[in-house]
């Protein structure tokens, strides 16, 4: 379904503008995400696996882990993105300027624009990067090679926001990538997207 969204967008679909169209959109959203949660964990479950199989075991510590995890993103993305600009420049005559999505995802805030960005976290980091990678790699492969295909599968639903925000969503992706390969703990990641998606929807307000 994330894929498929994005590919309506990049052919040039629209969002419905009308409030209770966006909030069957979200209702959509949540009942797809619980529903993909639900078979990832009936899928360990056939596996004899668990949660904390695939990096799912918090504790305390996970907080701070987070918070420097979060300054990791932010500082790797402006290490990337000032540099971009200015090759960018160079080449095109002008700097990239980063789409809008305020049209596209602007709920603002409710109770299910809040519901979806606390679940939403949980969804892409279990499905695309803690299970996805823990897979690639009990299969013997690298964690290189886990990281790319956790990358790239990710990236392959956000391509429509754009140049300039799918160059700094790679580095943020990346970061999560390198960090659950080195640690094989998903928690703090999950925290961390968390902390970007309510950034986001709390900004669509102003």
């Known amino acids: 379904m994330p894929i498929a969204g ?7 679909g629209a969002t419905p503008s009308v409030p209770i169209l966006q909030h069957f959109r ?3 959203a949540l009942l ?3 529903t993909a949660l639900i078979v990832l964990w009936y899928v360990l479950g056939g596996q004899g696996k668990t949660w904390s199989d695939i990096g799912l075991k918090p504790v305390l510590r996970d907080v701070p882990r987070a ?9 790797a993305a402006l290490l990337v993105w000032f540099p971009a600009q200015y090759l960018y420049a160079v080449y095109a005559g002008h700097y990239l300027t980063p789409k809008s999505l305020t049209s596209m995802f602007g709920f603002g805030i409710s109770f299910l624009s809040i519901a979806f960005a606390c679940l939403n976290p949980f969804f892409e980091e279990l499905i695309v990067r803690a299970y996805t990678m823990s897979e690639v790699m009990e299969l013997g492969a690298s964690r290189t090679l886990a990281t790319v295909v956790s990358v790239v599968l990710q990236m392959s639903y956000h391509l429509y926001q754009g140049v300039a925000n799918a160059l700094i969503l790679m580095v943020v992706f990346s970061v999560f990538s390198m960090y659950f390969a080195r640690t094989r703990r998903i928690f ?4 961390v997207h968390l902390c970007l998606d309510l950034r986001f929807l709390v900004k669509g307000l102003f």
């Open 6 to 12: 994005c590919i309506y967008y990049l052919s040039g």
């Open 26 to 28: 979200l209702i959509g």
């Open 32 to 34: 797809n995400e619980t």
């Open 67 to 75: 918070l420097a995890l979060l300054l990791a993103v932010n500082v």
């Open 188 to 191: 703090p990641v999950v925290l």
